[in-house]
């Protein structure tokens, strides 16, 4: 009886089996039933498509009738994924999960839409930029930038350069290897890491070109005019691969040190603000924000102003996913990576101020602009060192810095080395100049190489405070310049002559910025701030001047490179 039992229990349990089976195959042929019936119904008997090739797919149609729902968003279990991923350090979402479009056909024609739009966005911007240019073209087919660099003032000699004039000796047995910025305890798997060497024994033209930048800089300027590595290093910033991020230390601010596959590095900094923001006037000069459109700005005005101590700069349009969280070895910045309630990419990093979710910089969905400045020389191969600016404001809320309130102030400074003999002071003044044109408050510290000693140019980094207002003049920037009633001939016939119609500073930063991938660069009121604010740098000087005599203001400084080498040579 038992045995009986046993096998009956046996056979419903087999007949069980054979029934889900039969109804899991039955549920899995149903849907191909069902749209063959249809493709049979429209006369496209064995075709499950609906549709012409040269048109659109008729279930997108229905999604684009579907409430917002359900129209291609992804689906609950989708975005929990997606908002997890920073817990998951295994996670191989790419920016391909975040499309709004989950189906394998319809992701191809997400993507397809997404590169014709990319396209006509390019055409567009080529046409916006020959109508720009065309109209700036003079009479004699010249542009005004090129017209402004045949100038005679921007055609002086620089001195012949020795050993000690130039940052490195291409001839030497130095090796440059590439600092590992990123945090080496987290490897990505799968990665060979590789050792880039270019040593004297090769010429400088099979350099990378941010090392050949690296290479032509010099005790006068950190390149030179016609130099096409300038524009080679340009290109290369906003083209080569990214192959790792990490955060910079230090700063109030988020930034992020980006590394090419060419080994070459540079400052990333994201957009925080359109460009129409003005700095709300109750806001305090160090608790602005930083934008990465003035970082672009500010190199082409001081290329403009034939200052060259800013390194090169170029907007570039990155891919949050791909290029920021996929390459990142820096556990801190990927875990702040999130989506947004509208489905975009976001992160926030760390740093003091404006990192949190609330301050979060996202995408659109996961497209962001940002500024990539090329690094200078690692500070192991070439030491900086920072000297403290003698107008340099208070940062305080309350307090005034001692030029604030002492007129005699730049006596003091003249009588304090390095400003008592040399170019220094007069290179501050030129930073002075460079600073209020752009609205810049925010110099306190600036740089030079200890290789050159007190003799040699002042760098120009960290720009991301200007451009903040085109409505206002901030007067107090000329403090210095006012106080000391002290110029460069140079910087002063330079000033003059882009005060000319046919050589209009606004134009010119007009043309210039139109070659950034991110044109527009600038917001159009800020282009007209520039000659509005030249024309209070000349009415400064020439209340000096009527003061003091031109002789006492304007110092001619057309000997000065062979000074700056007369005076190494006598130390």
């Not at 700036?136 to 002086?156: C, D, I, M, Q, W």
């Not at 987290?186 to 590789?194: I, S």
């Not at 032509?216 to 192959?243: C, F, H, K, M, W």
């Amino acid at each position: 009886m038992k045995m009986i039992l046993f096998r009956k229990f046996r056979v419903l349990i087999l007949m069980v089996f054979v029934i889900a089976c039969t109804m899991h195959i039955v549920i899995d042929l149903l849907p191909k039933l069902e749209r063959r019936a249809t493709g049979q119904s429209t006369g496209n008997s064995g075709c499950s498509c609906s549709h012409k090739p040269s048109e659109e797919p008729q279930s997108r149609g229905k999604q684009q009738g579907m409430p917002a729902a359900d129209s291609g968003w992804p689906n609950k279990h989708t975005l929990r994924i997606l908002q997890d991923f920073s817990n998951e350090p295994s996670s191989n979402l790419t920016s391909h999960s975040l499309e709004k479009i989950t189906g394998a056909r319809d992701k191809g024609e997400a993507f397809k839409r997404r590169e014709q739009y990319a396209q006509n966005g390019e055409r567009q911007k080529h046409l916006i930029k020959d109508q720009a240019v065309d109209k700036n073209l003079p009479v004699k087919g010249f542009s005004r930038l090129e017209a402004l660099f045949e100038h005679p003032l921007y055609k002086t000699v620089r001195p012949p350069l020795t050993d000690e004039d130039t940052l490195f000796n291409v001839n030497s047995d130095i090796r440059f290897y590439p600092k590992a910025t990123e945090n080496q305890e987290w490897p990505r798997e799968g990665v060979e890491e590789e050792e880039y060497l270019p040593t004297g024994e090769g010429g400088a033209e099979s350099y990378p070109n941010w090392l050949r930048f690296h290479v032509g800089i010099n005790r006068y300027e950190l390149y030179a005019r016609q130099d096409p590595v300038t524009d080679d290093l340009l290109r290369d910033l906003v083209s080569q691969r990214i192959s790792s991020v990490a955060m910079k230390s230090g700063g109030t601010q988020l930034k992020l040190i980006m590394t090419f596959q060419n080994y070459g590095q540079a400052l990333f900094k994201p957009m925080k603000q359109t460009r129409e923001q003005e700095t709300p006037p109750d806001f305090f000069y160090f608790s602005d924000f930083e934008r990465h459109n003035a970082e672009i700005a500010a190199f082409h005005l001081d290329r403009i102003l034939d200052f060259r101590r800013v390194p090169p700069v170029a907007g570039r349009l990155v891919n949050m996913t791909r290029e920021i969280r996929d390459v990142t070895r820096d556990k801190k910045l990927w875990k702040t990576f999130f989506i947004s309630p509208a489905n975009n990419v976001c992160f926030y990093g760390e740093c003091s101020y404006y990192c949190s979710t609330e301050h979060a910089l996202c995408g659109k969905p996961d497209q962001i602009e940002g500024s990539l400045a090329a690094f200078l020389p690692d500070l192991a191969l070439a030491k900086r060192k920072t000297w403290r600016n003698p107008w340099r404001r208070s940062y305080h809320k309350r307090k005034k810095a001692e030029w604030e309130v002492d007129p005699d102030y730049c006596d003091e400074v003249k009588q304090t080395p390095p400003y008592d003999s040399g170019t220094r002071l007069l290179d501050v003044m030129d930073m002075t100049i460079f600073d209020f044109l752009m609205g810049n408050m925010d110099r306190h510290h600036y740089e030079t190489f200890e290789k050159f000693g007190n003799s040699t140019f002042i760098i120009h980094l960290d720009n991301g405070r200007g451009f903040g207002k085109y409505s206002h003049d901030e007067v107090s920037i000329l403090v210095p310049l006012s106080q000391c009633c002290r110029v460069k001939k140079s910087t002063h016939q330079r000033l003059q002559l882009l005060a000319k119609e046919e050589y209009k500073l606004s134009a010119l930063m007009a043309e210039s910025l139109q070659r950034d991938r991110l044109v527009p660069v600038l917001f159009s009121p800020h282009l007209g701030a520039l000659d509005r604010r030249l024309r209070l740098v000349l009415r400064v000087l020439d209340d000096c001047v009527q003061k003091l005599g031109y002789s006492s203001v304007v110092e001619d400084d057309a000997g000065q490179d062979h000074a700056h080498t007369a005076a190494h040579s006598a130390r």
